[in-house]
């Protein structure tokens, strides 16, 4: 039995404080194998740069999966092909930096981890329901596959879990930073969530200071763009599985300690 945490999109300062300040306790007091963050958000709210990475593997996190703010950063792109743990939607374009699938291999036992982008409203490459097959093929000795879908259509990821079920270890949503109540182990055994959620401020709009995103739906002029700071909290899952077999998962909303 391998237990994996999976940590919806780290936003900022102020999520990234919440996984150091709390990834400790959560590893003894759940027993985990493995951490997977998603970190498209992880510098000032866009994007990621190679120092919140670095940041990220120092305080546990194994593997960085991202999403449409991937390239926000320039400094960002060598990294992403020359590190194997940061992972961009494999279904971008084959002439964007960086990689969709990774393996990671811990105390015997191994994970796959895939990065897809929704199509709808998002700007990949192809289809993430095609381009996963080629993905998995890269994965397929691995013992646990997890799969990051990360995507504003909520169809577009059932849709995935249920063409996944069976096949991979979990099947997670990324990008709304709103968790979601249908997590569930899939009857083929394929744990499954819509959407992990954020962590990051609460405090705020889905990262954004709340009275400057206000002030842009009433005015409809652009304004500069602050991470929110106020009521950090960490919203993860916990999955337990054998092979390609999930046992459960499990809802982690935890909060932080605060600026
Ligand atoms: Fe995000
Ligand atoms: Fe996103």
């Known amino acids: 039995m391998s237990t994996i945490l999976f940590i919806g999109d780290v936003v900022a300062r102020a999520g990234r404080r919440v996984v150091r300040d709390l990834l400790p306790g959560l590893r003894e007091e759940l027993a985990i ?22 940041e990220l593997y120092g305080v546990g996190v194994d593997v960085i999966t991202l999403g ?23 279904n971008f374009l084959p002439t964007q930096p960086g990689r969709g699938t990774t393996l990671v291999e811990r105390d015997g036992g191994s994970l796959g981890v895939v990065n897809l982008s929704g199509n709808l409203f998002m700007q990949a490459g192809s289809p993430a329901l095609l381009t996963i097959d080629d993905a998995l093929r890269e994965v397929e000795d691995a013992e646990l596959v997890l799969v990051d879908m990360h995507a504003e259509a909520t169809s577009e990821k059932v849709a995935l879990g249920w063409h996944l079920d069976g096949r991979v270890t979990a099947v997670v949503g990324t990008h709304t930073h709103v968790p979601t109540a249908d997590a569930r182990v899939l009857p083929g055994g394929t744990a499954y969530i819509t959407d992990v959620g954020m962590t990051g401020a609460r405090g705020g709009v889905i990262g954004v200071r709340r009275e400057q995103s206000i002030a842009v739906m009433r005015s409809h002029m652009p304004q500069r763009y602050d991470s929110a700071e106020e009521d950090p909290w960490l919203n993860a899952v916990l999955i337990r599985g054998r092979g390609r077999r999930a046992d459960s998962i499990e809802q982690i909303l935890r909060p932080g300690s605060g600026p």
């Open 33 to 54: 194998d493995f951490v997977v963050a998603n970190g498209e958000n992880a510098a000032g709210g866009l994007g990621i740069t190679p120092k919140e990475a670095a």
């Open 68 to 90: 449409n703010h991937t390239y926000r950063h320039r400094e960002v792109w060598p990294y992403l092909d020359e590190q194997p743990n940061i992972i961009r939607p494999a």
